[in-house]
């Protein structure tokens, strides 16, 4: 049996051309009917973010970057005074005085 007594519907989808053409009108058509759907969903999850955002805290601090540098900076100066030895640390409570 060879291609040419196929069916007309088949010897369309034939060839590389015929073919791309064939799963591009057949994507698409499935594109077509799926993206309302795609639509309601990314709309939904939206108002859920939202409302999310909403239901979050105020920000804790209204200058971040100046928090940062201060925390650095106590950290760089713990350090400095570690290794200076001028940090004393209590034995009994165990705790850095």
């Known amino acids: ?5 196929l069916p007309d519907s088949y010897c369309r989808r034939l060839g590389s051309m015929n073919l791309i053409r064939f799963l591009g009108h057949l994507l698409s058509g499935m594109i077509a009917i ?7 969903e ?13 239901e979050l805290p105020p920000p ?11 925390l650095i900076f ?3 100066s713990a350090i ?6 001028l940090t004393r640390f209590d034995p ?6």
């Open 42 to 54: 990314i709309s939904i999850g939206l108002d859920d973010l939202n409302r999310r955002l909403k």
């Open 80 to 85: 400095s005074r570690d290794v200076r030895g």
């Open 60 to 70: 804790k601090y209204t200058d971040p970057s100046g928090e940062l540098i201060g």
């Open 74 to 76: 106590e950290f760089t």
């Open 34 to 40: 799926r993206l309302p759907d795609i639509e309601r």
């Open 1 to 5: 049996m060879s291609w040419k007594s």
């Open 92 to 97: 009994m409570s165990k705790k850095l005085l």
